[in-house]
T-cell receptor, first 114, second 112 residues
Framework: DAEITQSPRHKITETGRQVTLACHQT?????MFWYRQDLGHGLRLIHY???????NKGEVSDGYSVSRSNTEDLPLTLESAASSQTSVYFC?????????????FGPGTRLTVT | GENVEQHPSTLSVQEGDSAVIKCTYS??????FPWYKQELGKGPQLIID?????GEKKDQRIAVTLNKTAKHFSLHITETQPEDSAVYFC???????????FGSGTKLNVKP
C-alpha cells in the first residue's frame, strides 16, 4: 500500500547542531508539506513544494530549509537547531490535481532541542 | 493571508451526547474546508470536508455546516462514542491553492 513515512520518529539534539528530518511518500503526489505542531497553535506550515525543484516558504520558515530533488522525498533541515524549534513535525502530501486536495499526513517526528 | 480560529480548545461530553466544534475564517475567497482528526501519537486524518457551493454535508454521525456570509463552519458529531476522543482540526484553503490554514485544534473527550 502507498504510504507516507517520517524518520526518525524521535530525535534529541543540541542547540546549534544541524538536523535533517526525512519524509518519504509512495503515492507519487506532486505536493508535499512540512508542518510543526505546538500546543495552542495547531499546525503551522513551515515549507511546501508543488513539484520537483519547487520549494516555497510557509508562515514559520525562519531557521528551516527544504529541497525537492525527486517526487518521493522532501527532507526538512534545521540549519542551527534552537530550543524554540522543539516541536512535533508532520510531513504531508497531496495529489495536487484540480479537485483532489486531501492531504495525507505522516506519523510525525518529535524533536527535542536541548 | 488566511486566519482560521477554532473554538473551543477543549470539549468534554458524555457518551451519546452531541459535540459541536466551530471555526471562523477571514478570507472570503476560501472555498474548501476540511476537518481532520488526530488520535494520540498519530498524524491527522481527514474525516469530512465541504466546499463553498454546499451548505451542509453529512457522513453517518458526522456533519459539517458552512455559512459563507458569516465566514464560519462547524463540525457536528452525534451519538458520540469513546473512540471519538481525539484532537480535531479545521482548515481552510482556496480553490487551486493547495496550502491549508489550520485552526488551533479542539481536544474532544468523550466520557463513557
Amino acid at each position: 500500500d502507498a504510504e507516507i513515512t517520517q524518520s526518525p520518529r524521535h530525535k534529541i539534539t543540541e542547540t546549534g547542531r544541524q538536523v535533517t528530518l526525512a519524509c518519504h511518500q509512495t503515492w507519487n503526489h506532486n505536493n508535499m508539506f512540512w508542518y510543526r505542531q505546538d500546543l495552542g497553535h495547531g499546525l503551522r506550515l513551515i515549507h511546501y513544494s508543488y513539484g520537483v525543484h519547487d520549494t516555497n516558504k510557509g508562515e514559520v520558515s525562519d531557521g528551516y530549509s527544504v529541497s525537492r530533488s525527486n517526487t518521493e522525498d522532501l527532507p526538512l533541515t534545521l540549519e542551527s537547531a534552537a530550543s524554540s524549534q522543539t516541536s512535533v513535525y508532520f510531513c504531508a502530501s497531496s495529489e495536487g490535481r484540480q479537485g483532489l486536495r486531501e492531504q495525507y499526513f505522516g506519523p510525525g517526528t518529535r524533536l527535542t532541542v536541548t | 493571508g488566511e486566519n482560521v480560529e477554532q473554538h473551543p480548545s477543549t470539549l468534554s461530553v458524555q457518551e451519546g451526547d452531541s459535540a459541536v466544534i466551530k471555526c471562523t475564517y477571514s478570507d472570503s475567497a476560501s472555498n474548501y474546508f476540511p476537518w481532520y482528526k488526530q488520535e494520540l501519537g498519530k498524524g491527522p486524518q481527514l474525516i469530512i470536508d465541504i466546499r463553498s457551493n454546499v451548505g451542509e454535508k453529512k457522513d453517518q454521525r458526522i456533519a459539517v455546516t458552512l455559512n459563507k456570509t458569516a465566514k464560519h463552519f462547524s463540525l457536528h458529531i452525534t451519538e458520540t462514542q469513546p473512540e471519538d476522543s481525539a484532537v480535531y482540526f479545521c482548515a481552510a484553503t482556496k480553490y487551486n491553492f493547495n496550502k491549508f490554514y489550520f485552526g488551533s485544534g479542539t481536544k474532544l473527550n468523550v466520557k463513557p
